[in-house]
């Protein structure tokens, strides 16, 4: 799990919440931007909340990248949403359809945002979006993905594990016993004094 502590830091003279995380999951971010002042507030940012940057020179490339799956978020600038714009989302829809996509328009304006959404953007920002905009647009993408990857180690976890909770030896060794016997066919008798869970371990059994 991901523990988050609070830890302000400034942008352009203000403060902002910020989060250290304590998690063996990096936060990384797909970036393809080539306005340089929109890369050093991007760079900013992402050093002041611990996120690396995986920097691509196109968005084919970024679509093609090794980790492309596994970040946190894609950041990709275009002139405008329009086509090239649109064929890249749909892309990125298909090959990672979680992974939210955050795009920085130069020409920004609310029918832009507006068909950015439509098409499944996670958030559109104009191109030169202050410290304070990106920040909580990646901060945002973050947890956004953290809810998803507890979803999925939820769902994949066994499922006869929500009716027995503890962590002790004993209780580990219950849970190695019904691991080893629950998927043969045979008769268990359970043992115990009342209120110690015995009919939570025949539903976890069964």
Same mark, same amino acid.
């Given at each position: 799990? /991901?523990?988050?502590?609070?830890?302000?830091?400034?942008?352009?003279?203000?403060?902002?919440?910020?989060?250290?995380?304590?998690?063996?999951?990096?936060?990384?971010?797909?970036?393809?931007?080539?306005?340089?002042? /929109?890369n050093r507030?991007?760079?900013?940012?992402?050093?002041?909340?611990?996120?690396?940057?995986l920097t691509?020179?196109?968005?084919? %490339?970024? /679509?093609?990248?090794?980790?492309?799956?596994?970040?946190? &978020?894609?950041?990709?600038?275009?002139?405008?949403?329009?086509?090239?714009?649109?064929?890249?989302?749909?892309?990125?829809?298909?090959?990672?359809?979680?992974?939210?996509?955050?795009?920085?328009?130069?020409?920004?304006?609310?029918?832009?945002?507006?068909?950015?959404?439509?098409?499944?953007?996670?958030?559109?920002?104009?191109?030169?979006? /202050?410290?304070?905009?990106? &920040?909580?647009?990646?901060?945002?993408?973050?947890?956004?993905?953290?809810?998803?990857?507890?979803?999925?180690?939820?769902?994949?976890?066994?499922?006869?594990?929500?009716?027995?909770?503890?962590?002790?030896?004993?209780?580990?060794?219950?849970?190695?016993?019904?691991?080893?016997? %629950?998927?043969?066919?045979?008769?268990?008798?359970?043992?115990?004094?009342?209120?110690?869970?015995?009919?939570?371990?025949?539903?976890?059994?069964?």
């Open positions: 799990s /991901t523990l988050l502590l609070p830890r302000p830091f400034c942008f352009e003279g203000r403060a902002l919440a910020s989060f250290s995380t304590m998690s063996t999951h990096d936060r990384q971010l797909l970036l393809c931007v080539s306005n340089a002042e /929109t507030r991007i760079q900013t940012v992402a050093h002041e909340l611990g996120i690396v940057l691509v020179a196109s968005p084919a %490339a970024g /679509t093609a990248h090794s980790q492309f799956g596994t970040v946190d &978020a894609i950041v990709v600038q275009f002139s405008d949403f329009g086509p090239d714009a649109a064929a890249f989302i749909e892309s990125c829809r298909r090959q990672s359809p979680n992974t939210p996509v955050i795009v920085l328009l130069q020409r920004f304006s609310s029918d832009e945002a507006f068909r950015a959404a439509q098409a499944g953007v996670f958030n559109c920002l104009h191109l030169f979006a /202050t410290e304070n905009q990106l &920040a909580d647009a990646f901060q945002s993408a973050y947890s956004h993905m953290s809810q998803i990857r507890t979803t999925q180690r939820s769902a994949s976890a066994e499922a006869w594990q929500r009716y027995l909770v503890g962590q002790s030896p004993s209780m580990e060794q219950v849970l190695k016993i019904i691991r080893l016997v %629950a998927s043969r066919r045979c008769t268990v008798l359970i043992t115990g004094e009342t209120g110690t869970g015995k009919e939570m371990a025949a539903r976890a059994l069964h």
